[in-house]
């Protein structure tokens, strides 16, 4: 209906400049009335983007293995706690008076054992074949101990003293996992378990790290460089389970060696004189069990 009067009212007002200014008011007429029209018709308007009808969990299958590992192994996780997915809308507004839509993201609280206990922890882990940055997500690991108590998360849906321990066993907890890019669905997941054979990890007291030559593969900090134009380099993080390549590799030392009392740093440099001073210090880092010596150019 606007874009009638405002189409009839351009024209009248081009007219006073001639046949030319008639139809050029006539168009600026009738364009405004469509925006006005538009505005109008599409203010209500709700569009809602595709939603679950009903959860997909995996299921689980009565009396399957449970299996054993010694050394290094990847193994797959067998579902034993899960709970609804978890659903959350986002609404938009396209513009000040445009329509709205509404969007649907879903999240899953799952429980997966892995193998017999004790191990001594989980270094990667897998999701449909595709390696996850573990530090993305909310995750728990229970290496199975007999010591071991109920998840927090578990404890609270399923209430105090109706949660099981699954002593013994070791198990992965992930809360709030998100499963849109895995086609709303909890993903196949693969684990890669460390559990040193015999007892002699847990009898070794000290051992030597030399990292080799590297400028900041030593720093506990993620330092990063510019590379093209808005791309970011981390220098001292090549994998997905750390926050550094140095906490990586002290955390799995200290997995796989839980009775470590110190690590002796041998750093090395290049130099152009042979006065170098030789400057002892003692650092920890915080919640590491193990001291750790540097000689040499200690990392800051």
Known sequence: MATIVLQSAGARLGSMFGA???????AVGAFAGYMVDRAILTRGQHYEGPRLGQGRP??????SPLPRVYGTMRVGGALIWATRFEERSTTTRAGKMGPKQTTYSYFANVALALCEGEIAGV?????DGRELDLSNYEFRVYRGDEEQLPDPLIEAKQGVGNAPAYRGVAY???ERFPIDDF???IPQFQFEVLRPGGALCERIRSVALIPGSTEYGLSPHLITVAGEPGETIAVNRHNAYGRTDFDAAVDELLAICPNLKSVSLVVSWFGTDLRAAIAGSSRASPGRKA????RGACPA
């Open 58 to 63: 995996m299921t689980a299958e009565e009396g």
């Open 183 to 185: 086609g709303r669905r």
């Open 20 to 26: 030319v200014g008639a139809a050029i008011g006539a």
């Open 172 to 174: 992965v907890v992930f």
């Open 123 to 127: 270094r990667r882990i897998w999701a």
């Open 291 to 294: 001291t750790i010596h540097c």
